[in-house]
């Protein structure tokens, strides 16, 4: 599995202008190294009212478990949601913080 590199900063750009949708090869390299880890302690999305709110969660990696949610972070934006998630998968991965 690819392993996120220093160099992968330069990736964020893009992901901030187009969360979702069609990335280039170095981009979506990163968010596949994001989203092939283990489920246990996995960030991720959950639509609590459709196309208008959104919560992250943490997966529990037991199969049958509710998603932990994380109520102080709810967005009605899309996108900004998305970048919740690449910030906290980020630091996971790399262990720093994202720059604003």
């Keep these: ?3 996120i590199k220093n160099e992968d900063i330069t990736h964020v750009d893009e992901f901030r202008a187009k969360p ?20 246990a302690g996995k960030f991720v999305l959950v639509c609590v009212k459709p196309h208008r709110e959104w919560v992250v969660g943490r997966l529990t990696g037991v199969r049958g478990d509710s998603v932990k949610i994380i109520p102080d972070l709810r967005f009605t934006d ?23």
């Design 20 to 39: 979702v949708g069609k990335h280039s090869p170095g981009l979506q390299r990163v968010l596949n190294a994001m989203r092939g880890v283990p489920q």
């Design 78 to 100: 899309l996108n900004a949601a998305e970048l919740a998630i690449f910030r906290r998968r980020w630091k996971q991965h790399t262990g720093g913080d994202l720059p604003d």
């Design 1 to 3: 599995m690819y392993k």
